[in-house]
């Protein structure tokens, strides 16, 4: 700049004219120098790096490009030769070092921000990042450079020592722990859930407090989101997961069988004792041959040595119900939907007004909803509609259809009496 001063004075141009002119040029060739430098970064090395990723393949670089990590890093170069030449504008150089520092220190605070990105966009492409997400972790270590960061630029701009202001965060650590009150629990909460692995992305969820009936796709450091079946999205407090209750149904997923239990009500007015006829025609059925020649010997060895031969009610029958019953045990025993490895059975529940409640009580080999809804309804489509076989009567509220029917047998019945 003294050059271009001492240049204008020798033109025979008043000092203060040839200060201020050399000045304006020196900036002048400043910005065209920042600008050319920019550039060549931006519009050359950046396209260079694009094509070569393109060409490699290589998915970290692409991620942090995509992040703008390289571009935030181009502002820096522009920032630092700026604060190199400081110097030259003699009275200036404080003034210039001092903005331009401040401004190195807000993009490398953008260029953090984009690494941490990048880190956990990297780190979600590994099996790992859906039993520990790092997403709040992440958050509380942005949380801590802007605190940092900020305290150095106020202290920048002023031309004090940071120290001064760091030593009093202690004094401020009440005020902050009000401040991020929510923070902080969601933090601890955070930590509780991933190191008891309580929580995963992906695991479906129930919590009927919040509405929240779907799966888990995002956990951050003070919420956790949920995308319900209908597709709307519930979010819930971090620290609501650890102080509440939820269901979290990923055991049923890893177990590979999701639960039927689901009953029929039987018309007691139906349940009878087998006849001949009846039993004769139950040998013919494949799921109850071996049963019914195993009982009939059991109970005729048992009414023999009671006496219950003589007398009806003395001695031991087969019951419709019951056979009823093992039929749909060796049913389901047998059905390609059902999991083998696991408890199946069929079981009588108390009888209540609704008559009486033959419960199926299985896992289907299949957890996904569809398949799922397809093997029970298999079950329960056959079950229903076999039970006539058996002569029992499924039970449901009597209909407008019912009521017609004894409406116009009641008549007859009059005459009868």
């Known amino acids: ?10 033109r025979g141009l008043r000092p203060v004219y040839a200060k201020y002119l050399s000045v304006a040029i020196m900036v002048l060739i400043l910005i065209i120098l920042c600008t050319a430098i920019h550039l060549i970064f931006k ?14 393949n290589h998915k970290w670089v692409n991620i942090m490009l995509r992040n703008q990590v390289f571009k935030r890093l181009a502002h820096i170069i522009p920032a630092v ?23 190195i220190f807000l993009i490398i605070i953008l260029l953090l921000d984009a690494v941490l990105d990048s880190a956990n966009e990297i780190y ?10 790092i997403k709040g972790l992440l958050q509380v270590v942005k949380i801590v450079i802007y605190i940092v960061a900020g305290i150095i630029i106020i202290a920048n701009l002023i031309g004090q020592s940071p ?10 650590t009440a005020v902050f722990s009000l401040v991020f009150k929510d923070s902080i629990l969601g933090f601890v909460a955070g930590i509780q859930l991933t190191s008891n692995n309580m929580l995963q992305i992906g695991d479906w969820i129930e919590m009927n407090k919040y509405g929240a009936d779907g799966d888990v796709i995002e956990i951050t450091l003070n919420t956790v989101k949920v995308q319900n079946f209908d597709k709307t999205i519930v979010t819930i407090p ?22 039927i239990k689901r009953a029929v009500y039987i018309d007691t007015t139906s349940i009878a004792f087998c006849t001949p006829e009846m039993i004769e025609k139950f040998k013919q059925i494949r799921y109850l041959k071996k ?21 009806f009610i003395n001695g031991r029958h087969l019951t419709n119900v019951g056979t009823f019953r093992v039929y749909i045990q060796n049913y389901i025993a047998e059905h390609p939907g059902i999991h083998k490895e696991m408890i199946h059975m069929v079981r009588q529940l108390p009888p209540g007004e ?29 079950i229903l509609s076999v039970a006539s076989e058996f002569g029992i009567r499924i039970f449901q509220s009597p209909t407008g259809q019912d009521l017609r029917i004894r409406g116009n047998t009641e008549p007859e019945i009059i005459r009868k009496e």
């Open 354 to 382: 609704f008559g009486l409640p033959l419960e199926i009580y299985a896992f289907s080999r299949h957890t996904d909803w569809i398949s799922y809804e397809n093997i029970q309804a298999d079950i329960f489509d056959h």
């Open 81 to 103: 030769v700026v604060y190199n030449f400081a110097p030259v504008f003699n009275q200036y150089e404080n003034i210039i070092k001092r903005i331009t520092s401040t401004f």
């Open 43 to 56: 519009k050359f090395l950046l396209k260079l790096l694009a094509k070569f990723i393109e060409k490699n």
């Open 238 to 259: 971090a620290y609501a997961l650890v102080s509440d209750s939820f269901k979290n149904w990923r055991g049923m997923e890893e177990a590979g069988g999701r639960r």
């Open 163 to 172: 120290l001064a202001f760091l030593s009093g965060i202690g004094a401020l």
């Open 1 to 10: 700049m003294e050059y271009f001063k001492e240049l204008f004075t020798e």
């Open 124 to 133: 979600m492409s590994y099996p790992i990042s859906r039993v520990r997400p």
């Open 291 to 311: 049963y019914i020649v195993e009982k009939e010997a059991e109970i005729r060895k048992y009414n023999e040595a009671n006496g219950g031969k003589g007398n």
